[in-house]
């Protein structure tokens, strides 16, 4: 019966025939929304780095930038993910292990059927994080690390970005085209003959 229905009107009648527990999952997801909005307030108001919540863009670092990131996530994840995690979790089990073989059956072999579809995620890859961390490195080199962004101009930071990218080509770069010119050379050049 699942195989004949499209996604939309499936998952319709799944919240239908679980409304409570679609509106639990909800409520929850809004708590934990609530909850992460608070932690991250908190953290801003409570945090030495941005001198509680005082310091002016300016007097930021790069070093601040990374511990507050750290930080946040440590926090967020101790505050609210870890209590979100278990409530899904244990509540999803719970919810599974009620469920009768018939609807799990139902359940697994529409995953199965929908598994060959391709997805995309539409993730960046990390590509951003990398440069992020290599202008880390760069500034620290630098002797910048620790300095306040006023304690340049803004051009500075802007050209160390490019210089970055600049290094970061090199580095990857250079041996990436050591490599491909030795594939070409012994096998695509070889299965072109």
């Given at each position: 019966?699942s195989?004949e229905?499209?996604?939309?009107?499936?998952?319709k009648?799944?919240?239908k025939?679980?409304?409570a527990?679609?509106?639990v999952a909800?409520?929850?997801a809004v708590?934990?929304?609530?909850g992460?909005l608070?932690?991250?307030?908190?953290?801003i108001?409570?945090?030495?780095?941005?001198?509680?919540?005082n310091?002016?863009i300016?007097d930021?670092?790069?070093?601040?930038?990374?511990?507050?990131?750290?930080?946040?996530?440590?926090?967020?994840?101790?505050?609210?993910?870890?209590?979100?995690g278990?409530?899904?979790g244990?509540?999803?089990y719970?919810?599974?292990?009620r469920?009768s073989?018939e609807?799990k059956?139902?359940?697994k072999?529409r995953?199965?059927k929908?598994?060959?579809?391709?997805?995309?995620a539409?993730g960046?890859?990390g590509?951003s994080?990398?440069?992020?961390i290599?202008?880390?490195i760069?500034?620290g080199v630098?002797?910048?690390y620790?300095?306040?962004?006023?304690?340049?101009?803004?051009?500075y930071?802007?050209y160390?970005?490019?210089?970055?990218?600049?290094w970061?080509?090199?580095?990857?770069g250079?041996?990436?085209c050591?490599?491909?010119?030795?594939v070409?050379?012994?096998?695509?050049?070889?299965?072109?003959?």
């Open positions: 019966m195989e229905l499209s996604d939309e009107q499936y998952w009648k799944k919240i025939e679980h409304m527990l679609f509106i909800i409520i929850a708590f934990a929304f609530i992460a608070v932690v991250i307030i908190w953290f108001e409570s945090s030495p780095i941005g001198n509680y919540g310091a002016l300016g930021w670092s790069l070093n601040w930038i990374v511990g507050f990131y750290i930080l946040i996530i440590l926090w967020e994840l101790l505050f609210v993910g870890l209590p979100a278990l409530f899904f244990v509540g999803g719970i919810w599974w292990s469920l073989d609807e059956a139902e359940f072999a995953d199965k929908n598994k060959h579809r391709k997805r995309n539409g960046g890859g590509g994080f990398l440069m992020f290599a202008y880390c760069y500034m630098q002797g910048s620790y300095a306040p962004f006023s304690s340049q101009p803004y051009s930071w802007v160390g970005m490019f210089y970055t990218l600049m970061m080509f090199i580095i990857f250079i041996p990436i050591i490599i491909l010119l030795i070409y050379l012994t096998v695509w050049r070889n299965k072109s003959e």
